[in-house]
Protein backbone atom coordinates (compact mmCIF):
# COMPACT_ATOMS: atom_id res chain seq x y z
CA UNK A 1 0.00 0.00 0.00
CA UNK A 2 1.53 3.37 -0.91
CA UNK A 3 0.38 6.46 1.38
CA UNK A 4 0.44 9.71 -0.36
CA UNK A 5 2.04 12.83 0.95
CA UNK A 6 -0.55 15.04 2.70
CA UNK A 7 -0.67 19.11 2.45
CA UNK A 8 -1.27 18.83 6.16
CA UNK A 9 1.94 20.13 7.38
CA UNK A 10 1.38 18.65 10.75
CA UNK A 11 0.23 15.25 9.91
CA UNK A 12 3.46 14.81 7.68
CA UNK A 13 5.70 15.94 10.40
CA UNK A 14 4.12 13.27 12.66
CA UNK A 15 4.71 10.65 10.26
CA UNK A 16 8.34 11.43 10.40
CA UNK A 17 8.58 12.27 13.56
CA UNK A 18 6.86 8.31 14.28
CA UNK A 19 8.88 6.78 11.80
CA UNK A 20 12.62 8.36 12.89
CA UNK A 21 11.73 8.03 15.93
CA UNK A 22 10.92 4.08 15.76
CA UNK A 23 14.49 3.85 13.87
CA UNK A 24 16.66 6.07 16.85
CA UNK A 25 13.92 3.86 19.28
CA UNK A 26 15.38 0.60 17.83
CA UNK A 27 19.39 2.04 17.88
CA UNK A 28 18.91 3.27 21.47
CA UNK A 29 17.02 -0.46 22.59
CA UNK A 30 20.56 -1.78 23.94
CA UNK A 31 20.78 1.29 26.36
CA UNK A 32 17.19 0.51 28.11
CA UNK A 33 16.50 4.08 27.19
CA UNK A 34 13.81 5.70 24.14
CA UNK A 35 14.91 8.27 22.49
CA UNK A 36 13.12 10.80 24.33
CA UNK A 37 14.46 9.58 27.47
CA UNK A 38 17.86 10.12 25.86
CA UNK A 39 16.88 13.80 24.53
CA UNK A 40 15.65 14.41 27.70
CA UNK A 41 19.05 13.04 30.21
CA UNK A 42 21.20 15.18 27.04
CA UNK A 43 19.09 17.92 27.66
CA UNK A 44 19.72 18.12 31.38
CA UNK A 45 22.90 17.74 31.59
CA UNK A 46 24.00 20.48 28.66
CA UNK A 47 21.68 22.65 31.03
CA UNK A 48 23.24 22.07 34.24
CA UNK A 49 20.32 21.63 36.99
CA UNK A 50 17.00 23.16 35.36
CA UNK A 51 14.46 24.05 36.94
CA UNK A 52 11.20 22.22 35.71
CA UNK A 53 10.17 25.40 33.54
CA UNK A 54 13.69 25.45 31.84
CA UNK A 55 13.56 22.38 31.01
CA UNK A 56 10.14 22.10 29.75
CA UNK A 57 11.14 25.20 27.82
CA UNK A 58 14.25 23.51 26.15
CA UNK A 59 11.98 20.73 25.12
CA UNK A 60 9.45 22.39 24.11
CA UNK A 61 7.05 20.55 26.46
CA UNK A 62 4.41 21.68 28.60
CA UNK A 63 4.61 20.34 32.32
CA UNK A 64 2.44 17.93 33.13
CA UNK A 65 3.83 16.03 29.77
CA UNK A 66 7.73 16.44 30.93
CA UNK A 67 6.65 15.37 34.41
CA UNK A 68 4.99 12.16 33.04
CA UNK A 69 8.28 11.66 30.69
CA UNK A 70 10.42 12.22 33.81
CA UNK A 71 8.76 9.84 36.60
CA UNK A 72 10.39 6.83 35.13
CA UNK A 73 13.67 8.72 34.63
CA UNK A 74 13.40 9.30 38.67
CA UNK A 75 12.45 5.79 39.67
CA UNK A 76 15.18 4.18 37.88
CA UNK A 77 17.83 6.77 39.87
CA UNK A 78 18.75 8.63 36.61
CA UNK A 79 17.86 11.84 37.71
CA UNK A 80 16.91 13.94 41.02
CA UNK A 81 14.21 16.36 41.75
CA UNK A 82 14.81 18.46 44.06
CA UNK A 83 13.68 22.22 45.62
CA UNK A 84 15.46 25.05 44.40
CA UNK A 85 17.65 26.66 47.60
CA UNK A 86 16.62 29.75 46.36
CA UNK A 87 12.98 29.22 45.78
CA UNK A 88 11.53 26.59 47.24
CA UNK A 89 8.37 26.81 45.24
CA UNK A 90 10.64 25.66 41.91
CA UNK A 91 12.14 22.56 41.52
CA UNK A 92 15.54 21.76 39.94
CA UNK A 93 16.21 18.44 37.88
CA UNK A 94 19.92 17.06 37.58
CA UNK A 95 21.45 14.04 36.85
CA UNK A 96 23.02 11.83 38.93
CA UNK A 97 25.52 9.65 38.70
CA UNK A 98 23.62 6.89 37.29
CA UNK A 99 22.12 9.02 35.08
CA UNK A 100 25.67 10.76 33.70
CA UNK A 101 26.90 6.58 33.55
CA UNK A 102 23.38 5.64 31.48
CA UNK A 103 23.72 8.48 29.32
CA UNK A 104 27.29 8.13 28.22
CA UNK A 105 26.56 4.14 28.04
CA UNK A 106 23.79 5.25 25.30
CA UNK A 107 25.79 7.58 23.25
CA UNK A 108 27.53 5.54 20.87
CA UNK A 109 24.06 3.69 20.15
CA UNK A 110 22.76 7.28 19.70
CA UNK A 111 25.83 8.20 17.35
CA UNK A 112 25.77 5.30 15.31
CA UNK A 113 22.43 6.34 14.36
CA UNK A 114 23.04 9.99 13.57
CA UNK A 115 25.63 8.42 11.03
CA UNK A 116 23.39 6.14 10.08
CA UNK A 117 20.74 8.96 8.73
CA UNK A 118 23.69 11.37 7.63
CA UNK A 119 24.23 8.23 5.63
CA UNK A 120 20.53 7.65 4.14
CA UNK A 121 19.59 10.63 3.84
CA UNK A 122 22.66 12.87 2.93
CA UNK A 123 24.82 14.98 5.20
CA UNK A 124 23.84 18.02 3.75
CA UNK A 125 20.36 17.32 3.62
CA UNK A 126 20.54 16.36 7.17
CA UNK A 127 21.94 19.79 8.21
CA UNK A 128 19.56 21.70 6.08
CA UNK A 129 16.39 19.56 8.07
CA UNK A 130 17.67 20.10 11.63
CA UNK A 131 18.22 23.61 10.77
CA UNK A 132 14.17 24.03 9.49
CA UNK A 133 13.12 21.75 12.36
CA UNK A 134 14.80 24.23 14.54
CA UNK A 135 13.27 27.17 12.87
CA UNK A 136 10.06 25.32 13.30
CA UNK A 137 10.88 25.28 17.50
CA UNK A 138 11.43 28.89 17.85
CA UNK A 139 9.09 31.46 19.75
CA UNK A 140 9.30 33.36 16.69
CA UNK A 141 7.65 30.86 14.46
CA UNK A 142 5.21 30.34 17.19
CA UNK A 143 4.41 33.90 17.09
CA UNK A 144 4.10 34.32 13.69
CA UNK A 145 1.81 31.18 13.36
CA UNK A 146 -0.53 32.76 16.44
CA UNK A 147 -0.54 36.07 14.43
CA UNK A 148 -1.34 34.47 11.31
CA UNK A 149 1.56 35.81 9.37
CA UNK A 150 -0.33 36.34 6.31
CA UNK A 151 1.36 33.88 4.52
CA UNK A 152 4.70 35.73 5.34
CA UNK A 153 8.07 33.54 5.61
CA UNK A 154 9.30 34.37 8.73
CA UNK A 155 12.82 33.44 7.38
CA UNK A 156 13.11 36.10 4.95
CA UNK A 157 13.64 39.89 6.63
CA UNK A 158 10.69 41.84 5.75
CA UNK A 159 10.75 44.52 3.79
CA UNK A 160 9.47 47.50 6.04
Known sequence: MTIHPTRCSNAALRRATRSVGQLYDEALAPSGLRTTQYGLLATIRGLGSPTMGELAEAMVMDLSGLAHTLKPL????YVSVVPDPRDRRARRIALTESGTAKLKAATPLWRAAQERFEAAFGPERAGRLRELLHELA????????????GGQDISEPSAT
Open 138 to 149: LPDFRAAFDAGA
Open 74 to 77: TRDG
